[in-house]
């Protein structure tokens, strides 16, 4: 049984911190991740995806992936009240299209 | 560059009632995925097409739900008949030759009465 594990949150930070939300999962044949935003009421949409170890960097954010601890997170640096959403980890074995994914953790972001 | 379609975006029928959702994935996206999602938890996969086959329908219960992408490109999702466990949104999303990043469509959120 593949699974990916969240922290359900809330997260809460203040405006202008570091969020940071987490991610493990089981699957070690896994080699393509992504995190999704999902506002409430609203579809996931794809903010970042790593396929390799070590640290992806987009704007804002930045993914870190460590394979050998079967371990992913997200970094959003000053972040602000309209990041408050629930953000989706999801994983994908090699060769294989479908996506496993995670409760998701609730961030809230207060002004 | 359109996204992906769905409709309806709101659905509301009596138990036992069938209902079917439709969608069209972003232009050239041979790859279509349907998701069931519940409050509270990640999509989990229902049927994955690659242009008009069905390559993974594991996850979809073939009792009551039925799917169908005749030409390979739009899709409809049907069950008959519905349960109330079945209120949940349903997702649609598109990849490019099954390539690894997904991409969704706004959703139908069903209630089941």
């Known amino acids: 049984q593949k699974e990916v594990e969240q922290n359900s949150g809330p997260l809460s930070v203040p405006e202008g911190a570091i969020a940071s939300l987490n991610c493990t999962y089981s699957?070690?044949?896994?080699?393509?991740f992504f995190w999704y935003r999902q506002y409430s009421g609203k579809s996931p949409e794809l903010i970042m995806s790593?396929?390799?170890?070590g640290d992806k960097e987009d704007g804002r954010f930045t993914a870190q992936l460590n394979k050998a601890s079967q371990y992913v997170s997200l970094l959003i640096r000053d972040s602000q009240p309209s990041d408050s959403a629930t953000y989706l980890c999801a994983a994908q074995e090699s060769g294989y299209s479908t996506l496993t994914f995670g409760k998701g953790t609730m961030l809230l972001v207060s002004p | 560059e359109a996204g992906v379609v769905q409709s309806p975006r709101y659905k509301i029928i009596e138990k036992k009632q069938p209902v079917a959702f439709w969608c069209n994935p972003i232009?050239?996206?041979?790859?279509l995925y349907w998701y069931l999602q519940n409050l509270g938890q990640g999509p989990e996969l229902l049927i994955r097409y690659e242009n008009e086959e069905a390559v993974d329908d594991s996850q979809l219960p073939k009792d009551r739900f039925s799917a169908e992408r005749l030409k390979g490109v739009d899709s409809t999702l049907k069950i008959q008949p519905a349960e109330l466990g079945d209120s949940a949104v349903y997702l649609c999303?598109?990849?490019?030759?099954?390539?690894?990043?997904?991409?969704f469509g706004p959703g139908t959120r069903l209630t089941v009465l």
């Open positions: 232009s050239g996206h041979n790859t």
């Open positions: 790593i396929y390799s170890n």
């Open positions: 699957d070690r044949g896994s080699q393509s």
């Open positions: 999303a598109s990849s490019l030759g099954g390539g690894p990043e997904q991409f």
